[in-house]
Nanobody, 127 residues
Framework: QVQLVESGGGSVQPRGSLRLSCVASTVDYGNYYLAWFRQAPGKEREAVAATTPGGITEHAHSVKGRFSISKHNAKKTLYLEMNSLRPDDSAMYSC?????????????????????WGQGTQVTVSS
């Protein structure tokens, strides 16, 4: 069982920045595929960014150039650096983990593949 706990959300003005963190409770952290998802009210949960055990990353088109996913294996922590935030980035952000994703490059955004989920941290972008 893997527990994930997010932090770092909050309220920020447009064009502001936030850094989200997700701490995991597993001794095997370095072998997991990790991702950030978000869900706004009335919308489907969507993938934001993901990373492989080896550190390869993917970002959704809507956040490329503004958001950056990274991880620190020794700290068992996943990060999401968010810059140039816009009102449409407002959502509940959750981290997710799974020990294997077949054909990751093509399937990293499929939420059904991820086995473990955190409770989420709210991000609100508003003037």
């Amino acid at each position: 069982q893997v527990q994930l706990v997010e932090s770092g959300g909050g309220s920020v003005q447009p064009r502001g920045s936030l850094r989200l963190s997700c701490v995991a409770s597993t001794v095997d952290y370095g072998n997991y595929y990790l991702a950030w998802f978000r869900q706004a009210p009335g919308k489907e949960r969507e993938a934001v960014a993901a990373t492989t055990p080896g550190g390869i990353t993917e970002h959704a088109h809507s956040v490329k150039g503004r958001f950056s996913i990274s991880k620190h294996n020794a700290k068992k922590t996943l990060y999401l650096e968010m810059n140039s935030l816009r009102p449409d980035d407002s959502a509940m952000y959750s981290c997710a983990a799974v020990d294997y994703v077949p054909n990751w490059t093509a399937r990293w955004a499929e939420k059904s593949l991820y086995k473990y989920w955190g409770q989420g941290t709210q991000v609100t972008v508003s003037s």
